[in-house]
């Protein structure tokens, strides 16, 4: 079972968009939500994170924004560039999950020039 | 500061043969993680160690075992490989025992044949 759910899985948009990747979860146990960005044959970086009690972060060009009610939550990027063309992954991790992250199945991002 | 280093970087091994991946945290974490990615997909928590204590574990057989070592670094050792143990594994630090923000390393690409 999928304990977060990612969508789309694929993105195309054009230079200075703004694509938005959206994350679903069940387990209200969560409480901890980051971001992150892998280009091909490296590890993933984190991005940026956010925590259950606000409901909109920004660092930079990226921005999460976090709807609790709904158990959604989605990555922004503003002003998109071709070297934001990587694989985006949410992920979520709680009290009750025994260190254990969970990852999103993950964005292709390809921003076009 | 160097990242998270890991070694070896690409490595090819045969079905039934054993395997042993290593870690180094980024100074001062003494929390690692290990993960598992195959191509496509999101990362798969298989092990955290944090004092080398597990403090974690995921939905993987009893052929995945790790330790942790007092310096912090870590092994994941694989046995009886199988075609689909073939991966990135990749390996994460964190400074506390909740691994909340935690760095990659770039990963050890696994092909079992």
């Known amino acids: 079972q999928q304990q977060v759910k990612q969508s789309p899985q694929s993105l195309i948009v054009q230079k200075g968009g703004i694509p938005i990747i959206n994350c679903a979860y069940e387990n209200t146990a969560f409480d901890y939500f980051p971001w992150y960005q892998q280009f091909p044959g490296k590890g993933p970086a984190l991005l940026i994170a956010?925590?259950?009690?606000?409901s909109e972060k920004k660092e930079g060009r990226f921005t999460i924004s976090f709807n609790k009610s709904a158990k959604q939550f989605s990555l922004h990027i503003m002003d998109s560039q071709p070297g934001d063309s990587a694989t985006y992954f949410c992920?979520?991790?709680?009290?009750?999950?025994?260190?254990?992250?969970?990852f999103g199945t993950g964005t292709s991002l390809t921003v076009i020039p | 500061d160097a990242g998270v280093t890991q070694s070896p970087t690409h490595l090819i091994k045969t079905r039934g043969q054993h395997v042993t991946l290593r870690c180094s945290p980024i100074s001062g974490h003494k929390s690692v993680s290990w993960y598992q990615q195959v191509l496509g997909q999101g990362p798969q928590f298989i092990f955290q160690y944090y004092e080398k204590e597990e403090r974690g574990r995921g939905n993987f057989p009893d052929r995945f075992s790790a330790r942790q070592f007092p310096n912090y670094s870590s092994e994941l050792n694989v046995n009886a490989l199988l075609l689909g143990d073939s991966a990135l594994y990749l390996c994460?630090?964190?400074?506390?025992?909740?691994?909340?923000?935690?760095?990659f390393g770039p990963g050890t690409r696994l092909t079992v044949l």
């Open positions: 992920a979520a991790i709680g009290v009750d999950t025994g260190n254990q992250f969970y």
């Open positions: 994460a630090s964190s400074w506390g025992a909740r691994a909340d923000t935690q760095y």
């Open positions: 956010i925590r259950p009690d606000v």
